[in-house]
């Protein structure tokens, strides 16, 4: 291989982590550069930050910058599995080995064989869970629920938290032992708040799919507004903003005051201030042009459309304020879980990673 092609190699590799990984603030240059130096080891990677900033991103960046690159990549929400299936999620388990086992499974272990295995959320894992999954990491082997074979694996372990681990293990709600396996390399991601600058960048990228004419513009004022908001759903939240603003004011021009009212969903579906009348040759004035999302005569508006953006707004709150767990989303809107699923579907509401 010649230097060149070695130099262009390396050109397309930088071009994808920072098409995955948005965005030119030093916060986000540094885990770029963090992303790139863990990548070339098999070392196991915790990453640290809050809810909603983009942790399963970091992982896939992790897996795609290594030599498991073209492996499997696999990811299990730990705090949204019942605690009674997480070890069949984890190991797998044989037929009938508990009621509704009618048939083996594999489970992530083995599944991510060869590849990389993300354990989100891993600060929820209940503590016996806790002690099974750090006899996998020392000793590389699993035993299936219902079996006594032992298989080995050859997996990379990422796994990612917005808890404080430090309390969690002064207060005994995690074993030091599995941080430290867990964490021989310890990652912070940045919140939103710390690289406002990000925001344009990360508003195209979130823009990309979207028809031309759903697309939003944003003045100075507007931009300013968003760079001085707290951002507490992070990454996760400025997207559902932008879906927002695509749904609600699809193809125009925001303003600060535009902005302002979309930051609160409660309010998003608030009339824009009406235009200022205007003087014409005369006394007479002309009358400004009603909100588009006010019926009017000869202004329908789609109220199933309406309704629909509502309840998608919600469900993406909700989802956040439960930090991905079903379950809980399910409680805050008074919903029954399979119902919410059944929303989701219907919405093609992915469920998020933290």
Known sequence: ????????????????????????????VQL????????????????????????ELVARAIHDEGVRSGRAFSAINCGAIPADLIESELFGHEKGSFTGAHARRIGHFEASEGGTLFLDEIGDMRFDMQVKLLRVLEDRTIVRVGSS????????????????????????????????RLGVVVLQVPSLAARVEDIPALIRHFQRNMPGETKCRYDDAALAVLMQHRWPGNVRELRNFVERASVLYGGETLGADDVAILLTPTAAFAPRPAAPVTATSGDEQSAPMPFAK???????????????????????????????????????????????IEKMRKYGVQQQAA
């Open 149 to 180: 074979e032992m298989k080995k694996v050859d997996v990379r372990v990422i796994s990612a938290t917005h808890q404080d681990m430090g309390t969690a293990i002064a207060d005994g709600r995690f074993r030091e032992d599995l941080f430290f």
């Open 1 to 28: 291989m010649t230097v060149g092609q070695t130099v262009g190699q390396n050109g397309e590799d930088r071009s994808a982590l920072e098409a995955l990984i948005i965005g030119h603030s030093p916060a986000v």
């Open 32 to 55: 770029r550069e963090m992303i790139r130096r863990v990548a070339r080891s098999n070392a196991s990677v915790m990453l640290c930050g809050p809810s909603g900033s983009g942790k």
């Open 294 to 340: 006010t019926p009017a005569p000869g202004r329908p508006i789609d109220l199933k459309r309406e309704i629909e953006s509502i309840e998608l707004e919600q469900i993406h709150n909700a989802l956040d304020l439960a930090d991905g767990i079903i379950s809980e989303a399910a409680r805050l809107l008074t919903l029954k879980r399979t119902t919410l």
